[in-house]
């Protein structure tokens, strides 16, 4: 083992502010894994191997034998919602697994009620929930969501805690003064200041519990300067935002190899319809807007038009969701790529994923919580830029721009794990293996 990685001893708790159906999705398929009825697909914390050494040493551990991650048998879930329906209920209702597999681990599911929510309308206005706290003031509300983490510790026995926000995306937001310093914050917070965003409060609380946060949605929340702060003031890990799931996984894909082969890309329109939730939350121009920005970051990374005004100079880049409910979470998008090639010629990709939009998350949600919890036990502390792998707008340093290409994001997340245990970084040079062969031959 590592020389400061302490191990995963005991329970670890995963609290999540929304059960909704990408929360549901990953308890109920937790659930379903534990009882043997299937396997955990798309989790690469589980199911990745990873190469240790020398090529020709042929050591390729799965992650979960090589680094101390809970198991999954040791996993208690809970979260908080503004809709009083337990699990199973919840998951009935956003219909992403069907009924018999839920009904396989129902009793599981029941047993999971959400605690009452912090919530304000002003950030998501097409819910109406009424599972809400009462307390009337933010201070009031983090002590209440303090309590709330304490008492669930103590309930169930957990040895830690992580937390990772599945709620609905809020409004968007700038990173106005009031969340500029730990001290303004605390100022806001002093004067009750209407701007901070109920998942802010959320944050803050897991925060002063020494407990890692995870942000799942594209609400700036802990990425702001005054969360920064008080993540190392407090010692604690942690990342965000917006799980980087369906159309933008498969851009973060794509486009890396289009540049890679150094293809000039002129126009890129995505569309997306979707049903679920979700999709009705972001119907409100409002909320839309914070996914826009988190969506239209990642091109403009990797291609670099600024960089490279050949290739990428006049790239027009569009996305749009539409709410169309027929299709539940079963989200369809559509990418028309114009690219062109030698001397200017052009070509087109199209690409039309049907893709299951909480199946993707779901893993995701998984493996940044073990991940985060690793994180905090090898004392690594604020921003774990080597989860932006999972993550569609990734949290970094001030001023460091994110990494978004997908293969350069798996490689920090592998060379990260391998730091950690003490193991080599692999940096795939590969000119020793030939300086060998030339010594042998000699
Ligand atoms: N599904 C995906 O693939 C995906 C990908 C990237 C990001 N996300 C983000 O993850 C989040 C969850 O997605 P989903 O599909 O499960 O949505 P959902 O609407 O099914 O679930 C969100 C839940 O959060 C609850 N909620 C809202 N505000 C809350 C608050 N203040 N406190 C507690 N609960 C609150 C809602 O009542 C709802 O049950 C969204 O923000 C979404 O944008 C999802």
Not at 302 to 322: A, F, Q, V
Not at 389 to 397: D, I, N, R, S, V
């Amino acid at each position: 083992m590592g020389n400061n990685v302490r191990n995963a001893s005991g329970k670890l708790g995963i609290l999540m502010p929304g059960l909704g159906a990408v929360a549901t999705t990953v308890i109920a398929g937790v659930a379903s894994i534990n009882k043997g009825l299937a396997q955990p697909i798309g989790s690469v914390s589980q199911l990745s191997r990873i190469r240790l050494g020398k090529r020709t040493e042929d050591r390729n551990p799965l992650i979960k034998d090589f680094v101390p991650l809970a198991k999954l048998e040791d996993i208690v879930f809970g979260g908080w919602d503004v809709y009083a329906d337990n699990v199973y209920e919840a998951a009935s209702v956003a219909k992403v697994l069907e009924q018999s597999q839920l009904d396989s681990v129902r009793d599981v599911l029941e047993g999971i009620k959400p605690m009452k929510a912090v919530f304000d309308r002003d950030f998501v206005k097409n819910l109406d929930g009424t599972h809400i706290k009462s307390e009337s003031t933010r201070r009031e509300l983090v002590e209440a969501v303090r309590q709330d983490i304490r008492d669930f510790k103590k309930n169930n026995d957990l040895d830690r805690i992580v937390i990772v926000w599945c709620g609905s995306t809020e409004k968007y937001m700038e990173s106005g003064d009031a969340f500029s310093s730990l001290a303004k914050l605390e100022e806001a917070f002093d004067r009750n200041d209407q701007q901070i965003p109920p998942s802010m409060v959320y944050c803050y609380a897991a925060l002063k519990e020494g407990v890692p946060y995870v942000n799942g949605a594209p609400n700036l929340t802990c990425d702001v300067p005054a969360i920064v702060e008080l993540a190392h003031e407090e010692g604690v890990a942690i990342a965000g935002k917006d799980f980087k799931t369906g159309q933008t996984l498969m851009k973060t894909i794509v486009a890396p190899g289009l540049h890679a082969r150094a293809l000039g890309v002129e126009g890129w329109f995505s569309t997306n319809i979707l049903g679920n939730r979700d999709g009705l939350v972001l119907d409100n121009p409002d909320n839309f807007k914070t996914k826009e920005v988190s969506k239209l970051s990642v091109l403009e990374e990797i291609l670099n038009g600024e960089k490279n005004p050949e290739l990428y100079g006049d790239l027009y880049h569009k996305i749009r969701i539409n709410y169309y409910p027929p299709h539940g979470d079963n989200k369809e998008s559509w990418d028309n790529i114009d690219i062109f090639g030698w001397l200017g010629y052009k070509m087109q990709i199209k690409i039309n994923f049907l893709c299951r939009d909480s199946i993707l998350a779901a893993p995701i949600v998984l493996d940044l919580a073990l991940f985060i919890d690793l994180a905090q036990r090898a004392d690594m502390h604020g921003v774990q830029e080597w989860l932006s792998f999972y993550l569609k707008a990734p949290q970094t340093a001030r001023g460091l721009p994110a990494e978004h290409d997908i293969f350069k994001q798996l490689m920090k997340l592998q060379n990260t794990l391998r730091h950690i245990m003490g193991e080599d970084m692999i940096t795939h040079l590969g000119l020793d293996y030939y300086q060998e062969l030339i010594e042998t031959i000699q």
